[in-house]
Nanobody, 120 residues
Framework: QVQLVESGGGLVQAGGSLRLSCAASGSFLRINTMRWYRQAPGKQRELVATITSGGSTNYAGFVKGRFAISSDNAKNTVYLQMSSLKPEDTAVYYC??????????????WGQGTQVTVSS
């Protein structure tokens, strides 16, 4: 079993910054890709940023230039540095991991989510 635990959410004023962390624990062969999603009230969950085990990154257009995803593979941890935050960034942010198990099966895991609230 794999667990993802997010931290770092909170309340911040518009223009401020926050850093989210997501640590994966459990027994597995490797993590292929980690992603951050977000879901605002009344809206669908949307992909924010992706990072592969090789360090390649990709961002949704609405966060390009403001958010940065990074990872520490040795710690199985992914980070999301959020800057120039806007009220519309308010959402629950979820960590997602594509995990390869020892039997080479692949499964997707989700964290419990962390609330980010940006006040105007």
């Amino acid at each position: 079993q794999v667990q993802l635990v997010e931290s770092g959410g909170g309340l911040v004023q518009a223009g401020g910054s926050l850093r989210l962390s997501c640590a994966a624990s459990g027994s597995f062969l490797r993590i292929n890709t980690m992603r951050w999603y977000r879901q605002a009230p009344g809206k669908q969950r949307e992909l924010v940023a992706t990072i592969t085990s090789g360090g390649s990154t990709n961002y949704a257009g609405f966060v390009k230039g403001r958010f940065a995803i990074s990872s520490d593979n040795a710690k199985n941890t992914v980070y999301l540095q959020m800057s120039s935050l806007k009220p519309e960034d308010t959402a629950v942010y979820y960590c997602n991991a594509d995990v390869r198990h020892w039997d080479l099966s692949g499964l997707d895991y989700w964290g419990q989510g962390t609330q980010v609230t940006v006040s105007s």
